[in-house]
């Protein structure tokens, strides 16, 4: 099987860490003087947008409780 080039890997591209960095980048956005005002401004709102959404969904993929381990008094298959 052929992995796609757009799937991107769990642990380097966690979207918690992607949005700090687009937080980052929004802020050197402003500041870039190769760009107009007005372009500096787009791109700091496009970079903001995108931290807003990796951070939601950041909220959405918290992890799993841990599961509840038996008791030493438990054995066997556990009743419904």
Same mark, same amino acid.
């Given at each position: 099987?052929?992995?796609?080039?757009?799937?991107?890997?769990?642990?380097?591209?966690?979207?918690?860490?992607?949005?700090?960095?687009?937080?980052?980048?929004?802020?050197? %956005? #402003?500041?870039?003087?190769?760009?107009? &005002?007005?372009? /500096?401004?787009? +791109?700091?709102?496009?970079?903001? *947008?995108?931290?807003?959404?990796?951070? %939601? #969904?950041?909220?959405?993929?918290?992890? &799993?409780?841990? /599961?509840?381990? +038996?008791?030493?008094?438990?054995? *066997?298959?556990?009743?419904?």
């Amino acid at each position: 099987m052929r992995a796609l080039r757009t799937q991107l890997d769990i642990f380097e591209h966690d979207p918690a860490r992607l949005a700090d960095a687009n937080r980052v980048a929004a802020e050197t %956005a #402003l500041r870039d003087v190769q760009f107009s &005002a007005a372009e /500096r401004q787009e +791109r700091h709102d496009y970079y903001l *947008g995108e931290a807003l959404r990796l951070e %939601a #969904l950041a909220r959405q993929c918290q992890p &799993a409780p841990a /599961r509840r381990r +038996r008791t030493t008094r438990q054995t *066997g298959a556990t009743p419904r």
